[in-house]
């Protein structure tokens, strides 16, 4: 089974900085299977990248996929106020097994 | 607009049964596949299995099988999970979803949720 671990656990930044999340699988998957959703405090997780590197519809360019074979990273450019939230990458495999992250907090300062 | 609507909110004593519901709308149910995911109290997603709309296959998570049901009814573009012998543990948010697959695989379109408390 595909274990993905994601870092850091939490990160704290202000609007405009840089985000940076890391999901790093314990085993090759495809770049086709490989998605990022953000889920909010009492909300649905929603869509924002597939296939590592395609944004979902609806979601601004600030948010950028990018990885290959167990290392996938999700950018956010600029981080907007709304961006707050928990970050969950997920990939499918052919077992066919699905699995999740464990998750990264984006705070915003 | 495509709809995943779930059934309520459940409390179950530990050892009983759940079944939850999730009606599709807005898009051909024998099309897709349907995967469950649960959320326990403060943690993250957990994949329990999904099921294929169009041929009722299905595929359990490893450390939920023997315990859980997933069924579909097409005639009423309804998906159902049962899960049996609950436990404390298994207090979460059910959440029914749809799976794109083809060329990518991700999940396109979340139900709203179902809260089960298992309580004695």
């Known amino acids: 089974e595909v274990v993905l671990t994601q870092s850091p656990g939490t990160l704290s930044l202000s609007p405009g900085e840089r985000a940076t999340l890391s999901c790093r699988a314990s085993q090759f998957v495809n770049n086709n299977y490989l998605a990022w959703y953000q889920q909010k405090p009492g909300q649905t997780p929603r869509l924002l990248i597939y296939g590592t590197s395609n944004r979902a519809t609806g979601i601004p360019d600030r948010f950028s996929g990018s990885g290959s074979g167990t290392d996938f990273t999700l950018t956010i450019s600029r981080l907007e106020p709304e961006d707050f939230g928990v970050y969950y990458c997920q990939q499918y495999n052919s077992s066919p097994v699905w699995t999740f992250g464990q998750g990264t907090k984006v705070e915003i300062k | 607009q495509v709809q995943l609507v779930q059934s309520g909110v459940e409390v179950k004593k530990p050892g009983a049964s759940v079944k939850v519901s999730c009606e599709a709308s807005?898009?051909?149910?024998?099309?897709?596949?349907i995967i469950w995911v649960r959320q326990a109290p403060g943690q993250g997603l957990e994949w329990m299995g999904w099921i294929s709309g169009y041929n009722g296959n299905t595929n359990y998570a490893r450390n939920l099988q023997g315990r859980v049901t997933m069924a579909t009814d097409t005639s009423t573009s309804t998906a159902f999970m049962e899960l049996r012998g609950l436990r404390y543990d298994d207090t979460a948010v059910y959440y029914c979803?749809?799976?794109?697959?083809?060329?990518?695989?991700?999940?396109?379109?979340w139900g709203n949720g179902t809260t089960v408390t298992v309580s004695s």
């Open positions: 979803a749809r799976v794109r697959g083809g060329y990518y695989y991700y999940i396109d379109v």
């Open positions: 807005g898009y051909t149910f024998t099309s897709y596949t």
